[in-house]
């Protein structure tokens, strides 16, 4: 992932908005979409199915490539988890989650804020989800790594996904003998999943649960550091948590490509003609800086309304974690600013090395000093 892909996704939009490219491991043509107008409307098209044919698992499909009436089907059983009011019950968690990973470091005056914050804040929120006992928890960069390396080296890392399908049956099991207040335990009770499902609907919930919300939480940072106006204006107060996030969302989209789609019958995509099984990529963050959208979309105003952008996607595969994102993020800034107000960016924000995977993006670290805090 280039540092700024920008400047190539404004290309495409004016010259190829539906391009054909090329991609490892995926057969027949691939189409690359980018105009907000038009991935708003694939993301909608019940003709392109989520979960191409690519790089199939020995497990049945998870919900972010299932389509309907599987889809809907499990999605109804998660989605009592992550409503506004189930998530809002969580944030006494979150801040002493927040609070714990900031006095990790607090006392030093300098630290690597991806890999001692926003990495450890969504996995151990994702952990408080699962129920995983104190002890059990693998570190953060444990999980991360496992889960990456499953899903997307390539060639498949075949160790690592039996690592990560190893956690994910240890802990089924563990839920079965030991239920709890926890998502598993409530899934396992329901009675309506098969174990294939189960395991597969935990593991998905692992990946979905923390990588994107790491991606956005750096980059969220990142953007604050370099606007100190504006960030102040919104610790004081002055601005809207919610209208901010969204404009945050709009602007560095974690998820830069949404889930495959492909094609389930020749249709035409802007004047694209999209042969039955060809693989659809929707550019979210291409679609959120469409001009014709979003006015000025390279820049950052936090007062604007930037609804109805598609970091989330769209339609029946919108994110089912959106309130938990904005949530952390709220309390994660809040916690972090908050604890060490006088946070600087230790490099220049220009030698930010960005990248994570092939679909994501945010820094890959972020040195910041600052004056040491003690307890």
Known sequence: MTADPYPGYAW?????????????????RMWLVTRYDDVRACLADRRL????????????PGLSNLNDPGHARLRRLVAAAFTPAAVSRLRDRIARTCAHAVES???RGRADLVAEYTREIPVAVMHDLLGVPEAERAPAADVLDMWYRAKFQQPRDEAKLAEVLAYVRKLVAYKRSHPGDDLPTRLIESGALTEDELEVMVMTLIGAGHITTIQFLGTTILRLLDHPGRRAALLGGDIDWSQAINELLRLDSPSHVAEYRYAGEDMTIADARVGEGDVVLLSLAAANRDPNRFPDPGALDLTRDARPHLAFGHGAHTCLGSHLVKLETEIAITTLFGRLPDLTLDIPSGEVVWGYAPTFRGPRALPVTFTPRSR
């Open 12 to 28: 495409l939009r004016e010259h190829d908005p539906v391009c054909p490219v090329g991609g490892p491991h995926v057969p027949g």
């Open 49 to 60: 199915g989520s979960g191409a044919p690519v790089n199939p698992d020995p497990h049945p």
């Open 105 to 107: 470091f607090a006392g």
